[in-house]
């Protein structure tokens, strides 16, 4: 005789920040939840550890001090050897070191109640409503899904259909240690916009370093760019740290992993809900994943409960409406702003331009508010159209 299943009320795949918070929040709600992830932990996750003051706002708990590895109060502009520094003198973020970061959240998950197994990649699921099957080493049923296998996801593709706008954006980091300890800045290296061919517009992208103690995260990214040169604006960004902070005592392999640059055209089907990469919910401009990734978590594990306790068949639906209300049209925001910069980057004095971007305070305040989460892109870019004109015919 086969015995049944154990069927869970909900079922997390990928235990990155969006899995493990999206686990943690259907546990806390008495929700029973399994989350798997296929690596073992701690697994590397190629990521530059910025994690904004916004995102930071969403978790419920906060983060011990082991692991963060540094405050950060300001960023600098690196652009053509000049450096602009916007100092704030108030926290603005945090950096961190993605695998210990990550095994926090999945901690806390297990800590509220929520199953936890990993190397258990999961490779097929089927959605039989009311339930949905799982395939991983062994085979689970639960109520509910949550995809969040990450950037490019496979089962968000077979259960929502096609990423259809499949354009990715590449980075590369590495962590290393450094003589003397950063200032408490991001820096973000920017570069004149470089033709990909004929009269397209510039390729869009940047470089970072991100302090961490006595060491950082370098690395650097964008649409469009090879290997070779992201690992060539690497190397510059590595030469800069050491003049400035002394020699690389230890370093990582470099690593890479895309970035989507869209969001899914559909988030959901009838008991599955997409978040954080899985569901192309991360910032074109800039990168950042996680302040989308805790969002789309609570919205998802709200839906859930909806899903499972009260037996409602819009839920998964609602989980998609809402993502778009509060997500999707700041991005689209973001979006917008890049393609504005990329157009513009081939013909600025991109020193000219950050003097006046950072003598702003208006757009100051707005940068500001981007990071601690009192304002969003929708506002920047409704501050910074007016400033346009002024900026450009300053910077040419
Ligand atoms: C170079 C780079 C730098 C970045 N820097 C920043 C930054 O400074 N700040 C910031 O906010 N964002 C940054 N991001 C974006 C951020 O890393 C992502 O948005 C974030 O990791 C998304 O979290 P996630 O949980 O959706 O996906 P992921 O973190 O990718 O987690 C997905 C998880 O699913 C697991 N998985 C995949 N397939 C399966 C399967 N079949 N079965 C079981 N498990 C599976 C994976 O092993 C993984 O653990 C950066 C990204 C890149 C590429």
């Given amino acids: 005789m086969t015995l049944p299943y154990r069927v869970y009320d909900v079922i997390v795949?990928?235990?990155?920040?969006?899995?493990?918070y999206s686990a943690y929040l259907c546990a806390k709600q008495g929700l029973?939840?399994?989350?798997?992830?296929?690596?073992r932990t701690p697994r590397r996750k190629c990521c530059a550890g910025g994690v904004l003051e916004r995102a930071l706002k969403l978790l419920d708990f906060p983060i011990p001090p082991e692991i963060v590895e540094r405050e950060v109060s300001g960023a600098a502009v690196i652009a053509e050897g000049h450096r602009h520094e916007l100092r704030f003198g108030e926290r603005m973020a945090i950096t961190v070191r993605r695998e210990r970061f990550d095994r926090f959240l999945v901690e806390q998950a297990r800590k509220a109640g929520a199953s936890y197994l990993e190397e258990e990649k999961v490779v097929q699921v089927k959605e039989s409503v009311p339930q949905v099957d799982v395939v991983a080493g062994s085979r689970y049923q639960g109520r509910c899904l949550i995809v969040a296998d990450g950037v490019g996801s496979k089962l968000a593709e077979g259960l929502m259909g096609p990423y259809t706008k499949s354009r990715y954006a590449a980075g590369m980091s590495f962590n290393c240690g450094l003589e003397r300890d950063p200032d408490d800045l991001m820096e973000f290296y920017f570069y004149k916009g470089e033709r990909s061919k004929g009269i397209s517009p510039p390729l869009y992208g940047y470089g970072w370093m991100f302090p961490c103690r006595m060491g950082a995260n370098l690395?650097?990214?964008?649409?469009?760019?090879?290997?070779s040169m992201i690992q060539e604006r690497i190397s510059e960004i590595e030469r800069s740290a050491v003049e400035r902070y002394g020699k690389v005592t230890w370093r990582e392999e470099l690593a890479g992993h895309p970035l989507p640059l869209f969001v899914r055209s559909r988030l959901h089907s009838s008991l599955s809900m997409a978040v954080g990469d899985a569901g192309g919910l991360a910032n074109p401009i800039t990168g950042e994943g996680l302040t989308y990734?805790?969002?789309?978590?609570?919205?998802?594990?709200s839906s859930a409960a909806l899903l499972v306790k009260e037996r409602d068949d819009d839920a998964t639906a609602q989980y998609e409406r809402r993502c778009r209300a509060k997500l999707v049209r700041d991005l689209d925001a973001a979006r917008l702003t890049q393609k504005a910069v990329r157009g513009l980057l081939g013909t600025?004095?991109?020193t000219r331009f950050f003097d006046a971007f950072c003598?702003?305070?208006?757009?100051?305040t707005a940068c500001k508010g981007?990071?601690?989460g009192g304002a969003d892109w929708k506002g920047l870019l409704r501050k910074a159209l007016p400033r346009v004109p002024a900026?450009?015919?300053?910077s040419l």
């Fill in 359 to 364: 003598e702003s305070e208006e757009l100051k």
């Fill in 219 to 227: 690395g650097a990214g964008g649409a469009g760019f090879n290997r």
């Fill in 293 to 301: 990734a805790f969002t789309s978590a609570a919205l998802a594990a």
């Fill in 370 to 372: 981007i990071a601690q």
């Fill in 32 to 39: 029973d939840t399994l989350l798997l992830e296929k690596e």
């Fill in 391 to 394: 900026l450009y015919f300053s």
């Fill in 13 to 20: 795949v990928g235990a990155g920040p969006a899995g493990a």
């Fill in 348 to 350: 600025l004095d991109l």
